[in-house]
Every structure is written in C-alpha cells, then in structure tokens.
C-alpha cells in the first residue's frame, strides 16, 4: 500500500543548466498513471541508476489550463511544498518540489505522489518532463540523472490497476497530518544526532527546525552545532518557507543555474531580500556573519509584510559601534524582535552565526513572529 501522509515540506532549486550532452544522457522516465476520474495522475520516476535520491524537482508543461493543480507526495515523510504553477496560452508549467531526510527511493523507482490537475487531463502530460534528482548532500547526482526524461501516461480505461489502490471507486483518503512537534512542549523530541542532547540551550531549536525539514544534519547522526551556516543555505530556508517560488536569475556572478541554491538566490534578489556585493557577486558558500543574518532577515519579515518598527537598544551590547551601518537597523530590530540576544553579553556581528544558532534564531522568527505551529 502507497504511504500517502503529508508531513513535512522542503523545496529544492532546480538546475536544469545541464551541457545538451548530459541532457541526452539522462534515463529515468516518468509514469503517469491516471486515477478513475482521469484528473489525477500518480507519478513515478522508474529506470533510476540505483543512487540514493535524497531530492527531486520535476518540471513539466501541461497542454490545457490548471489554474487548480495540487500535488500531494506519497510518501508520509517527504518536505513538499505546493506545486509551482504558471498557467499561460493554454498550457501549465507545473513545477513538483519533492525531498526527504531518508532516500525517497526503492532502488531505481521512487514513486512522487499524485497531481490532481481539478479536471480531465488524461491528455495534457508531454512527452518528455525535465528533472533534477539531489543526492544526500543536495547536489545533482552524476551520470544521467539529471534532464530530460521520457514521459507515459496511461489513462484510466476501465481495467484493473496496475497498481495497489489506484482506481478505487471512493480515493483512499489519507491519514490526519501528524503533528510536527510534541503536544506536550516539554516533551522529549527524538533527534537522531549523536551530537545534541537534551540538556542542550539548543536542544528544542533544533527540535524544531529538523521537524519543519528546514535544516538537517551534516551526516545521519551528527548536527554539527557549531558549525558554521553559508549565506546560500540560510537564502535557501526561507525559500522554502515561502513555497519554492520561481524566479529569474539573478545577475550574480558566482550563482550558476547548476547549483541548487540558484533559484533561491534568485528569488530572493528580486524580493529585495539580498543584494549580494559592490563586485556582483553573492558568495554563496561564506559563512553568514550574525548582522549579515539579521539583515536578510529584516528584509524577509518586511517582504513578508510583518511590523519591522519594534527596535532593540543596541547601546547596551559593548560591541555596538561594530555594526556595520548596512545592518544597524536590522539588528536593532533583531535584539527589539528577541531574535538575537547576544553571546557573552556581545553582539558579535562579524562573527559567523553558527547552526545551532541560527536554529535557535530560525525557531524564533517562525514559532514566534509568523506564529508557525
């Protein structure tokens, strides 16, 4: 039986900037397999090289219009956020944004889930779809695994399904949402990190922050606290905390369509949510310092329409004179937010916000300032 309950959602950039080599070099093909009322289709990646798929992003063109498209993954486990739509001249582009903390695959099929197009389609899927399949570490897996793949589309004709479940005469509905945290708040949270306990000032953010699918661990059991956090990862976050929007590229030199945090970048360049350096370039992978942080933070809550007057007494920190001007108001706003309390009595601007810090950081802004459950 297909596990079918939503939980946790994660976006991922696609980057299908690929050499027309590498394209005509991918095999997997996807499997379009119709439900009764032939407006939803259960998709599946088969033909897979047997790599571990960590992340997906499918990206295809629909003849017809569906304003309504919904994605649900079938697995009970994977970050999925909504599909990406753009409906124009009579065709939908519709992007599937699918990861998990576990490999989403069974050797060389990984079954996605369903796309209700909210009408008939049984005729609206191409002949070929583009994709991207992420390894562990969230970059492209080699070989062919990334372009285009081949589509089939089966409509449903009346016959027995090829597979468990599809073509009931009422849909399985599926299982309540799993709450993502304990009822009880207090409560233990199971982490598989070897490297985090309970008696940790971090324990419950990171709690949180794994739960939501927003950060990871560096390997299977270890967070890696006080690790540092690059500028790309905490742009990719908030890109998933808004639903993996498409966006132009953006016109920094060191952010190449073949990295996964380039539509992130992207988008968040043209919300004005960065704006990179004097020499256009991003830097994806430097450190993020404390005031750069608080910054693209400032910048989110204002893009996300929150009240960014509430300003924190930074004359306090003996550090204060060390901000830099671009992020004086942000950190005062941080400090007057409660995002920021400081290290040691310091502000510590220049210095690299670690992981657990920014999962303490992180917990903060959404548990309290977007009031996420």
């Known amino acids: 039986m297909?596990?079918?309950?939503?939980?946790?959602?994660?976006?991922?950039?696609?980057?299908?900037?690929?050499?027309?080599?590498?394209?005509?070099?991918a095999e997997p093909a996807l499997i379009c397999e119709f439900l009764r009322d032939n407006e939803t289709a259960f998709l599946t990646l088969e033909d897979l090289d047997g790599s571990d798929v960590y992340g997906v992003q499918l990206e295809l063109t629909l003849e017809g219009e569906y304003p309504d498209c919904v994605f649900t993954p079938d697995s009970r486990t994977a970050y999925a956020p909504e599909c990406g739509l753009r409906v124009s001249r009579g065709r939908t582009h519709v992007t599937v944004y699918l990861t998990d903390r576990d490999a989403l695959n069974g050797g060389n099929v990984l079954e996605l889930g369903e796309l209700d197009l909210g009408e008939y389609g049984a005729d609206a899927f191409p002949e070929t779809a583009r994709i991207i399949l992420l390894g562990e570490d969230l970059k492209p897996l080699a070989g062919g695994m990334t372009g285009t793949a081949d589509v089939e589309a089966f409509p449903w004709e009346d016959e027995e399904p090829s597979r468990p479940g599809i073509g009931t005469e009422e849909p399985v509905q599926p299982p309540s949402q799993p709450d993502a945290e304990p009822q009880d708040p207090s409560a233990p949270v199971y982490l598989p990190f070897t490297d985090v306990s309970a008696a940790d000032w971090f324990y419950e953010a990171v709690g949180y922050v794994y739960a939501k699918g927003m950060m990871r661990g560096l390997s299977e059991n270890t967070f890696a606290p006080y690790a540092t956090t690059d500028r790309a990862m905490i742009v990719t976050i908030l890109h998933r905390l808004e639903g993996s929007p498409a966006a132009l590229p953006a016109a920094f030199t060191d952010v190449s369509e073949g990295q996964y945090y380039a539509v992130p970048v992207a988008w968040a360049s043209s919300a004005g949510i960065v704006e990179g350096y004097e020499d256009a370039t991003f830097r994806p992978e430097a450190p993020i310092t404390r005031e750069q942080l608080a910054a693209i933070l400032y910048r989110y809550a204002r893009y996300k329409g929150l009240d960014v007057s509430v300003m924190g007494d930074l004359g306090r920190f003996p550090d204060a004179s060390s901000v830099s001007l671009?992020?004086?108001?942000?950190?005062?706003?941080?400090?007057?937010?409660?995002?920021?309390?400081?290290?040691?009595?310091?502000?510590?601007?220049?210095?690299?916000?670690?992981?657990?810090?920014?999962?303490?950081?992180?917990?903060?802004?959404?548990?309290?300032?977007?009031?996420?459950?």
Do not use: E, F, N
């Open 2 to 25: 297909r596990k079918r309950t939503l939980a946790l959602l994660m976006a991922l950039a696609l980057a299908l900037g690929a050499a027309p080599t590498a394209l005509a070099a």
């Open 326 to 373: 671009y992020a004086s108001d942000a950190m005062s706003w941080a400090v007057g937010s409660g995002l920021i309390a400081g290290l040691d009595g310091a502000l510590q601007p220049g210095g690299a916000a670690g992981r657990a810090q920014v999962a303490v950081i992180l917990q903060r802004l959404c548990a309290g300032l977007l009031q996420m459950p």
